[in-house]
């Protein structure tokens, strides 16, 4: 089943401590993105990848960095997460950039 | 980036009638997509329309497309409960690689 997966789907952290959410696609997708959804923001792009070892930033993406090692993964990472981190999050893939995005189930972080 | 606003806000409606949301952008774009996001789960795509295209179809949905005035709608027919989500439109430039979403339009369908 083509599938985006992130991990863990729930978190509840504390300021400072590291956290990676992963992402995996197995539609051969070459590209990725990271988006966060806060109520009345609607969904901004944090970091999105082109393809292996290609990333830009999105709108937001003070506080996060990410990895395009393989074309399957494209991990976000939190090096020292702050509540204002506190948001749901997505990942979504695409078969291009102009294509059909296809969205995780969403991460749910909580930083206290 | 290139970002959607769509319109209304929140729209309510009883199960049987058509539901119209409307989106507006900002520049040129190479297509517009149409996304549901039942609540808090990821979206979901609904519909591409390029950029050449005035209208198209999709089992009850229907997206029209004005380019020169930088406006697209989605229209619902015949809407039912299972309706009930959040719509998002996303304006494609395809130079960008920034897909970006506004806040979507929250459409509840009532029994």
């Known amino acids: 089943e083509a599938q985006v997966t992130q991990n863990p789907r729930y978190l509840i952290t504390v300021t400072g401590k590291k956290l990676t959410v992963t992402c995996s696609q197995n539609m051969n997708h070459e590209y990725m993105s990271w988006y966060r959804q806060d109520p009345g923001l609607g969904l901004r792009q944090i970091y999105y990848s082109m393809n292996v070892e290609v990333t830009d930033k999105g709108d937001v993406p003070e506080g996060y960095k990410v990895s395009r090692k393989e074309k399957r993964n494209f991990p976000l990472i939190l090096e020292s997460p702050s509540p204002n981190q506190t948001s749901l999050y997505f990942c979504?893939?695409?078969?291009?950039?102009?294509?059909?995005?296809?969205f995780g189930e969403g991460s749910r972080l909580t930083v206290l | 980036s290139q970002q959607g606003e769509e319109d209304p806000q929140a729209l309510s409606i009883q199960e049987g009638e058509n539901a119209t949301m409307n989106c507006s952008y900002k520049t040129s774009i190479n297509n517009l997509q149409w996304y549901r996001q039942n609540s808090g789960r990821g979206l979901v795509h609904l519909i591409l329309i390029r950029s050449n295209e005035r209208e198209k179809h999709s089992g009850r949905l229907r997206v029209t497309l004005d380019t020169s005035k930088k406006s697209s709608s989605l229209l619902i027919t015949a809407s039912r409960a299972a309706d009930t989500a959040s719509y998002f439109c996303?304006?494609?430039?395809?130079?960008?690689?920034?897909?970006?979403f506004g806040t979507g339009t929250r459409l509840q369908v009532t029994l």
């Open positions: 979504a893939s695409s078969l291009s950039a102009t294509g059909e995005l296809f």
């Open positions: 996303a304006p494609n430039t395809g130079t960008a690689s920034k897909l970006t």
